[in-house]
């Protein structure tokens, strides 16, 4: 098994911080789900490793979100019904996918 020294903590690395793996990653600690400790070596890994505002989840303080912005439904003009979406799109596509056409064509 080939080891990836320094990429990121192991599940067994994570263990004694109490921190988890999902918490882990949204904290920005890569964990590398795919290692195993095979190596039977100890882990002096402790919490004073982790920076201080990352080692307890539990005491942080949530972020306040933004209130939702609701905008009132207006009325369906004759303009929107007049463009089809489907169309519009399609078309969009079909441009992207021959640009490289034309470009070729114009060099012609």
Same mark, same amino acid.
């Given at each position: 098994?080939?080891?990836?020294?320094?990429?990121?903590?192991?599940?067994?690395?994570?263990?004694?911080?109490? *921190?988890?793996?999902?918490?882990?990653?949204?904290?920005? *600690?890569?964990?590398?789900?795919?290692?195993?400790?095979?190596?039977?070596?100890?882990?002096?890994? !402790? +919490?004073?490793?982790?920076?201080?505002?990352?080692?307890?989840?539990? !005491? +942080?303080?949530?972020? =306040?979100?933004?209130?939702?912005?609701?905008?009132? =439904?207006?009325? *369906? !003009?004759?303009?929107?019904?007049?463009?089809?979406?489907?169309?519009?799109?399609?078309?969009?596509?079909?441009?992207?996918?021959?640009?490289?056409?034309? *470009?070729?064509?114009?060099?012609?």
């Amino acid at each position: 098994m080939r080891v990836l020294q320094g990429y990121a903590f192991t599940l067994t690395e994570l263990k004694p911080t109490g *921190i988890h793996k999902r918490e882990a990653r949204g904290l920005g *600690i890569k964990v590398d789900y795919g290692q195993g400790d095979d190596t039977g070596k100890d882990r002096r890994f !402790t +919490r004073s490793d982790v920076p201080v505002e990352q080692v307890d989840a539990s !005491t +942080r303080s949530a972020v =306040p979100l933004p209130a939702p912005v609701h905008e009132p =439904p207006r009325a *369906i !003009t004759a303009d929107d019904k007049s463009v089809n979406a489907y169309e519009t799109l399609r078309a969009a596509w079909q441009r992207e996918k021959d640009a490289n056409k034309r *470009i070729q064509a114009a060099k012609k």
